[in-house]
Each structure stands twice: as C-alpha cells, then as structure tokens.
C-alpha cells in the first residue's frame, strides 16, 4: 500500500471516480465506495441482501444504516448476494434498525 485511506478521499481511475466512506458496524474497519455519477454503491458487507451480522459496534452500526438509508444509489453492489437499488436499500437499513434498536 502507498497510503490508507479516509473517510472522503477520492479514487480516480480516469473514467471513474470513487468517493472512500467510512462504514463501521459490521467490522470495525468497514469502508464503501461511491460513484456518484453512476449512482453506483460498493458497500462491503455494511449492507447486503442476506441475513445482516451484528459483528462490530451497534452504535456504529447504526449510523452506518441511517446514513445508507438516505442514498440514492442506481445500484448496490455488496460484499454478498445480488445487486439491489435505492428501494431495497431504504427496506434492509429500516428492517435491521428496527430489529436491533438502533
């Protein structure tokens, strides 16, 4: 590695560019990447269409759900299972807030 990355640095890969965000919860060092001109999500494994684990802080968690909720991605491309969009996205960040109280 030349350097690590932030919360907010930028990507570019000439043809696209990738916004670095933080996204705790399910790991400690949990990151995703944004393409805002394609509205293209790569979320890890913050959020998935499967069974969500619980594995790192809650309140992490949490915000990194209530964050994810508000994006209005054309597409997710998770660490897991199939693409999904903006809808499917806004339905597992509520499910999974709702069932752990976050």
Known sequence: PTRSLEEGDRIDLGDRAFEVWWLPGHSPGGVGLWDEAEGALFSGDAVYDGPLILAGDAADYGRTLR????????????????????????????????????
């Open 67 to 102: 964050r994810l909720r508000e994006v209005e991605a054309r597409v997710v491309h998770a660490g897991h299972d199939p693409a999904f969009g903006a809808a499917r996205l806004r339905e597992i960040c509520e499910t999974y807030l709702r069932r752990w109280e976050l």
